[in-house]
């Protein structure tokens, strides 16, 4: 499910990088960022051979 989502962000924002000005310019800033984010994800599925789940990293401990 989270692919599908990241893909369908990627799509929207290559539409808005079509538009000069900037929208155009802050949605392929965005890109680069998605871009990044995938290429990482890839990468632990890789390493791991499983998807990245978030909710098994723990909370951290408050420092007081």
Do not use: C, H, R, W
């Not at 990044?36 to 990245?52: D, F, H, V």
């Not at 978030?54 to 420092?63: D, F, H, Q, S, Y």
């Amino acid at each position: 499910m989270p692919l599908l989502i990241l893909t369908i962000i990627q799509a929207a924002l290559t539409g808005l990088s079509s538009i000069k000005g900037n929208v155009g310019t802050d949605a392929q800033l965005a890109q680069a960022f998605l871009t990044i984010i995938q290429n990482g994800m890839s990468a632990y599925q890789s390493a791991t051979g499983q998807p990245l789940d978030l909710t098994k990293i723990p909370l951290e401990t408050p420092v007081a």
